[in-house]
Structures are given as structure tokens and as C-alpha cells.
């Protein structure tokens, strides 16, 4: 069935380091990909998506290309802070246009600790 | 920016016993959904719901689970007789539209200790 593999954690990273949290995924059809983040004691956020093959999501400086090739979707950032502490969660959803996108399927996350 | 709502934030109950978690969706969504995390384990989907019925649902979401919309602000989880294996943190999300670049909006989750 479909699912999505990510690094383990934690990841423990000075201010101003690089990040790279590697993601792949197994996924019949044509998987929609998506970085979720859960800061402490708060929900589930979007962080970013691709929709399609050598998308690039991007926000708050974070980025992950859609690489059907490598069936892979890494989340980096240039440049971490401290409050970039969170747990990080790679997702896919296969739906077809129009279906519902509510069966994420998640990977397990990966703990990021920044450190001043 | 409005947000998903959950409550309680912590739920301790005994083995056996029924428990609703509770939800209140952002008010102009029309798509709910209930995932949960057990500890050191992925997050998985239980169960989405629109037009009051259930859409779709895992296979985890089996007959001692059930949800409801008993009014127009509200989206329950129910457990009918707790098992010590259902403890986790339960997530309710709620998004706007169906397809795949309507995001989904999750609450801060409660966490279900079933002793």
C-alpha cells in the first residue's frame, strides 16, 4: 500500500545550520505531497505542498521539490532558528482531481531541536 | 485566523468506559475529519465526514468507534468501550473543500489515556 518513510530523529542543529529532513514515499497514482509541522503543544500545521512532479513547495523559507524520479519530496532550509524547534511530518494523499484529499497518509515525523 | 478547536486537551478514562472527544471545525468548512497518533507512532486517518454521513474510514474505525455533527458547530468522536490500545493523541481537521489543494486545518489534539 502507500506510505511515506522519513529520516528518524532527532535532528539536533545549531542557529544558522542547514536542514535537510529526507522524505520518500510509495504511492500508487499520483500522489499530492505535503510538509506538515507541530510546534509544542500546538496542532498540526501545512507547512507546504506539491501537487505534481518537480513542484517546488516552499514557505517560511523552507522548501522540498517533488522528485518523481527518486520518488522523494526532502524538506530543507538555508538557514535554521530556534523557533523552527518543532516536529516535522511528510505526507501524501492519492486522490484523483476533485477527491478527497482527507486520507493523508503520514510519516512518523522527525523531531528538530535547534540549538542557539 | 480562525482555527480548529478541541476539547478536552487531556481525557483520562478507564478501560471499558465510553468517551467523546469533542471538535469544533472552523465554521465555513463543510469537510471533518478524526486522525490519531499513538505514541512514538505515525499519525493515522480514522474517519472523514461531510453532509452529515461518513465519507470514508480506515480500517482502524471499527464499530466501537463513531462520529457525529449533533448541531452546526460541533463534530464528536466517540468510543464506546475504551481499550488500553486506543490511547493516543486524537486530532480533528477540518478543510473547506474536498480536493487535493484545499488544506487541511488541524486542532491541537487530545490526548486519550486509557488506564
Known amino acids: 500500500g502507500d506510505s511515506v518513510t522519513q529520516m528518524e530523529g532527532p535532528v539536533t542543529l545549531s542557529e544558522e545550520a542547514f536542514l535537510t529532513i529526507n522524505c520518500t514515499y510509495t504511492?500508487?497514482?499520483?500522489?499530492?505531497l505535503f510538509w506538515y509541522v507541530q510546534y509544542p503543544g500546538e496542532g498540526l500545521q501545512l507547512l507546504l505542498k506539491?501537487?505534481?512532479?518537480?513542484d517546488k513547495g516552499s514557505n517560511k523559507g523552507f522548501e522540498a521539490t517533488y522528485r518523481k524520479e527518486t520518488t522523494s519530496f526532502h524538506l530543507e532550509k538555508g538557514s535554521v532558528q530556534v523557533s523552527d524547534s518543532a516536529v516535522y511530518f511528510c505526507?501524501?494523499?492519492?486522490?484523483?482531481?476533485?477527491?478527497?484529499?482527507?486520507?493523508?497518509?503520514f510519516g512518523k515525523g522527525t523531531k528538530l531541536s535547534v540549538k542557539p | 485566523e480562525p482555527e480548529v478547536t478541541q476539547t478536552p486537551s487531556h481525557q483520562v478514562t478507564q478501560m471499558g468506559q465510553e468517551v467523546i472527544l469533542r471538535c469544533v471545525p472552523i465554521?465555513?468548512?463543510?469537510?471533518f475529519y478524526w486522525y490519531r497518533q499513538i505514541l512514538g507512532q505515525k499519525v493515522e486517518f480514522l474517519v472523514s465526514?461531510?453532509?452529515?454521513?461518513?465519507?470514508?474510514k480506515s480500517e482502524i474505525f471499527d464499530d466501537q468507534f463513531s462520529v457525529e455533527r449533533p448541531d452546526g458547530s460541533n463534530f464528536t468522536l466517540k468510543i464506546r468501550s475504551t481499550k488500553l490500545e486506543d490511547s493516543a493523541m486524537y486530532f480533528c481537521?477540518?478543510?473547506?473543500?474536498?480536493?487535493?489543494?484545499?488544506?487541511?486545518?488541524f486542532g491541537n489534539g487530545t490526548r486519550l489515556t486509557v488506564t
Open positions: 465526514f461531510y453532509n452529515n454521513e461518513i465519507s470514508e
Open positions: 506539491a501537487t505534481k512532479a518537480d
Open positions: 465554521s465555513n468548512h463543510l469537510y
Open positions: 481537521a477540518s478543510s473547506q473543500d474536498r480536493g487535493r489543494n484545499s488544506p487541511l486545518h
Open positions: 504511492a500508487t497514482g499520483y500522489p499530492s
Open positions: 505526507a501524501l494523499t492519492t486522490t484523483n482531481y476533485g477527491g478527497s484529499q482527507g486520507n493523508l497518509i
